[in-house]
């Protein structure tokens, strides 16, 4: 199946820092990417949509100045959460869609903001 | 709004027993996808359903959407220690919306050998 990857796979920050994960799709090209945030033992809620060449669509509750969502590429979004604070950490997990085709997940990256 | 339940919450059986999991909605989808997480790791997926009415299997996995299009069922047969994880049902609108997906709050299946 198509593969989407994203990096770092774990990242540590100090409160206050920013942070910058990257998705890749490796095989195909995505005009949408979409990132998720998860917390423990809870579901997937859905944070933004990821347009290639035009902004990010954000979910109702979503901070936009907080996560940066740069679609710059059709193989590339990066989600830069600034400012980091202790809430923040989660899992981070981002999908594309291979056309024809479903939805491909990256592994996830965690964040830990210390 | 739209509600989705999943159940069961989590599961315990053991190797080689039959598992079954299903999701329901209170409004009408086009797509019912189902997922599976392994610790530490992004969703895969398993079975994609398209009809309402279709019956897709999957090596051991068979899912089911359901005629009125509120629901889908997942069964396992003859589970072995490596279908431990958590499975996610997904089900998505009309008109692809984008090919946005609704997860449900998945169900955690542990597996004793």
């Known amino acids: 199946g198509a593969v989407v990857s994203q990096h770092p796979s774990w990242v540590i920050c100090k409160s206050g820092t920013s942070v910058k994960i990257e998705c890749r799709s490796l095989?195909?090209?995505?005009?949408?990417m979409f990132w998720y945030r998860q917390f423990p033992k809870q579901s997937l809620m859905l944070m933004a949509t990821?347009?290639?060449?035009?902004?990010?669509?954000?979910e109702q509750g979503v901070e936009k100045d907080k996560f940066l969502i740069n679609h710059a590429s059709l193989t590339l979004s990066t989600l830069t959460v600034t400012s980091a604070h202790p809430e923040d950490s989660s899992f981070y997990i981002c999908?594309?869609?291979?056309?024809?085709?479903?939805?491909?997940f990256g592994e996830g990256s965690r964040l830990t903001v210390l | 709004g739209q509600q989705l339940n999943q159940s069961p919450q989590s599961m315990f059986i053991q190797e080689g027993e039959d598992v079954s999991m299903n999701c329901t909605s209170s409004s009408i989808f086009n797509t019912w996808l189902w997922y599976k997480q392994d610790p530490g790791e992004g969703p895969v997926l398993l079975i994609a359903?398209?009809?309402?009415?279709e019956l897709t299997s999957n090596g051991r996995l068979t899912a089911q959407f359901g005629i009125t299009r509120k629901d889908s069922f997942l069964n396992i047969s003859a589970s072995i220690p490596s279908d431990v994880g958590i499975y996610f049902c997904?089900?998505?609108?009309?008109?692809?919306?984008?090919?946005?997906?609704?997860f449900g709050k998945g169900t955690l299946l542990t597996v004793n050998p």
């Open positions: 997904a089900p998505r609108g009309r008109g692809g919306s984008n090919y946005k997906l609704t």
């Open positions: 095989d195909f090209q995505a005009t949408t």
């Open positions: 990821s347009n290639e060449g035009s902004k990010a669509t954000y």
């Open positions: 359903l398209y009809k309402a009415g």
């Open positions: 999908s594309a869609r291979a056309t024809p085709g479903e939805l491909f």
